[in-house]
């Protein structure tokens, strides 16, 4: 199993991102994938969450309406496009796959990770 996550930079606030997590060596289809993000000092927290049949099953109140995920099911890779970033966004953001079809926040639901990339959010 492995999930390479890209797309991380520096950004100015205001400013937009899309991050991808490419997935490879497990059922792609049926695994929900989730993204997280880990700023300095403090714990690694839940973004969002995709599954098959939904892009989004929740997204944390901090980035709802600004940030949406998304997959490629052809390229096997799930998408989190980021808008309106703020400085608090700045982060490393993981991507991982689930031990279920359907998944929370919990890091314990989350079977494998990427090695993480970094978002910067800076004038």
């Given at each position: 199993v492995q999930?390479?996550?890209s797309g991380g930079g520096l950004v100015q606030p205001g400013g937009s991102l899309r991050l991808s997590c490419e997935c490879h060596?497990?059922?792609f289809d049926y695994y929900a994938i989730g993204?997280?993000?880990q700023a300095p000092g403090k714990e690694r927290e839940g973004i969002t969450c995709s599954t098959a049949r939904d892009a989004g099953i929740y997204y944390a109140d901090?980035?709802?309406?600004?940030?949406?995920?998304?997959?490629d099911t052809a390229k096997r890779t799930v998408y989190l496009q980021m808008n309106a970033l703020k400085p608090e966004d700045t982060a490393v953001y993981y991507c991982a796959v689930s031990r279920f079809s359907v998944a929370g926040r919990g890091l314990t639901d989350?079977?494998?990770w990427g090695q993480g990339t970094q978002v910067t959010v800076s004038s």
């Amino acid at each position: 199993v492995q999930l390479q996550a890209s797309g991380g930079g520096l950004v100015q606030p205001g400013g937009s991102l899309r991050l991808s997590c490419e997935c490879h060596g497990f059922t792609f289809d049926y695994y929900a994938i989730g993204w997280f993000r880990q700023a300095p000092g403090k714990e690694r927290e839940g973004i969002t969450c995709s599954t098959a049949r939904d892009a989004g099953i929740y997204y944390a109140d901090s980035v709802k309406g600004r940030f949406t995920v998304s997959r490629d099911t052809a390229k096997r890779t799930v998408y989190l496009q980021m808008n309106a970033l703020k400085p608090e966004d700045t982060a490393v953001y993981y991507c991982a796959v689930s031990r279920f079809s359907v998944a929370g926040r919990g890091l314990t639901d989350y079977a494998y990770w990427g090695q993480g990339t970094q978002v910067t959010v800076s004038s």
